[in-house]
């Protein structure tokens, strides 16, 4: 999760041209209480619209404040210290961090698929994983979900990073790949080739495949859902309704954007997130259409398993541990 927002803040800081501070509130359901804070990370940006639309069309029944984390604080820093209640994370990142001690269990899934993606220039004869071999992959860097899909999509391949040469070049994918540094890059199907398009960047984009990984989730601790079993069923509840309002109504969801993300009303700024949005919102559905917030013990088990073979991971993470559907 901390690589695909960093590359949507990307799009955001170009479009907009400024952030909000490092770390910032914005408004909540009610002041009457004590609220639940979900931790949405970095800066705002429309990707988070179900959080708004929760927020604006009042479908949180429990007081909730909406915080980002910005961009120097770590995805789990906050939740651990129960600065935040709730966060947005890819089902791996929660792995790993189980794995170092870390008190996560994902109660609801945010993005039902995995939306890692190479992306190649549009003359590239690149047109499948397997070609990559023999040549140069940018990434942000060796962690988050970025690093792990693009491992497992090699493995899906036949390939090892043995078979390319991979090159951490931060967040300037765009710059990149369109000067040719590189002869790919990884990015996400709802960041990078917006951002290139708006650009006018020519680019091709490379399916992964069914990579065994869980991409991203609400997650909270053991400690506070046994302690807050109905607000954690409130805030479940309240963000499947957000991401079913954002499927059935993208505009409606923009304008509950506006409130959040600055720059909204220029026009360039809303064409580009517009598009970021109408990316964003199939990545909340089942493969029927529907949105449930339901995920899948088996495949959380199966992505303890690649990530133990891939080496990232040193001991199985049962999925009874990390996941659970008891608060839907």
Not at 73 to 93: K, N
Request: aromatic share 6%.
């Amino acid at each position: 999760m901390r690589t695909r927002l960093a590359a949507l803040a990307v799009i955001l800081l170009t479009l907009v041209g400024c952030s909000p501070a490092a770390s910032s509130s914005v408004p909540t359901t009610s002041a009457s209480a004590e609220a639940a804070v979900i931790g949405l990370t970095y800066i705002p940006n429309v990707q988070f619209s179900p959080f708004y639309v929760g927020v604006a069309q009042k479908l949180y029944s429990t007081p909730v404040t909406l915080r980002h984390h910005g961009t120097s604080e770590g995805l789990f820093t906050a939740i651990t210290t129960g600065a935040e209640q709730f966060v947005v994370a890819g089902g791996d990142e929660v792995l790993q961090a189980r794995e170092q001690g870390t008190d996560l269990v994902a109660v609801a899934s945010y993005y039902r698929q995995y939306p890692v993606r190479i992306i190649v220039p549009g003359d590239s004869t690149i047109t499948s994983v397997a070609g990559l071999k023999g040549h140069t992959i940018g990434i942000p860097g060796k962690y988050g979900e970025s690093w792990f899909g693009f491992l497992l999509a090699l493995k899906g391949a036949g390939l090892t990073v043995n078979d390319v040469t991979v090159q951490e070049i931060g967040y300037t994918q765009q710059a990149a790949l369109a000067t040719k540094k590189v002869d790919a890059i990884v990015g996400f199907v709802n960041s990078e080739p917006i951002q290139l398009q708006a650009a006018g960047i020519a680019a091709k984009v490379i399916d992964i495949g069914a990579v065994p990984l869980v991409s991203i989730c609400l997650v909270t601790t053991h400690a506070y859902a046994t302690a807050h079993p109905d607000v954690v069923k409130a805030v479940v509840k309240g963000t499947v309704a957000g991401m079913q309002a954002v499927v059935a109504n993208q505009d409606a969801a923009f304008q509950a954007s506006t409130t959040y993300v600055p720059g909204l009303s220029d026009a360039a700024t809303a064409k580009g997130a517009k598009a970021v949005l109408a990316a964003t919102a199939p990545l909340f559905q089942n493969t029927d259409g529907t949105v449930t917030g339901t995920m899948d013990a088996t495949a959380w088990d199966a992505m303890s398993a690649a990530m133990l073979s891939a080496g990232l991971l040193k001991a199985a993470q049962p999925s009874s541990d990390a996941m659970t559907n008891a608060y839907l």
